[in-house]
């Protein structure tokens, strides 16, 4: 027996797409936020864990609403901040680094979230 398709299941997919789209340049800026708030030599645990969690929920779900380069790069700036969280100190210039590529990604991100390739 076949299965019946919901049918307001695309429309309602379509509207997550556009409601996920119109959300970005928010999260860019929340990132954007963190990131001005952030001391590297004397990180916030707070902050710390404000990042992580950003960037999981990006990864998580960009690549549903079609921005899968969007969520590639955000599961990596997140497995990296991970590895910076599993160590009791963490030199400054190890976050200076991390850093770096954070502004970079939320700097792509800006300028065309939904691109298939990230530089």
């Not at 800026?29 to 710390?48: M, Q, T």
């Not at 079609?66 to 009791?88: C, N, S």
Request: charged residues 25%; contains cysteine.
């Amino acid at each position: 027996m076949a299965t019946l398709i919901d049918q307001d299941f695309f429309a309602r997919l379509n509207e997550l797409n556009v409601k996920f789209a119109a959300s970005v340049p928010a999260t860019m800026g929340r990132l954007r936020d963190v990131r001005v708030r952030f001391a590297p030599d004397s990180p916030d645990k707070a902050l710390v864990g404000e990042l992580h969690q950003m960037l999981h929920t990006i990864a998580g779900s960009a690549a549903t609403f079609g921005f899968r380069v969007l969520g590639q790069q955000a599961r990596q700036l997140e497995q990296r901040l991970r590895v910076l969280m599993a160590f009791d100190t963490v030199q400054a210039q190890d976050w200076e680094n991390w850093m770096v590529c954070l502004d970079e990604y939320v700097a792509w991100a800006e300028t065309n979230p939904k691109a298939d390739q990230y530089p």
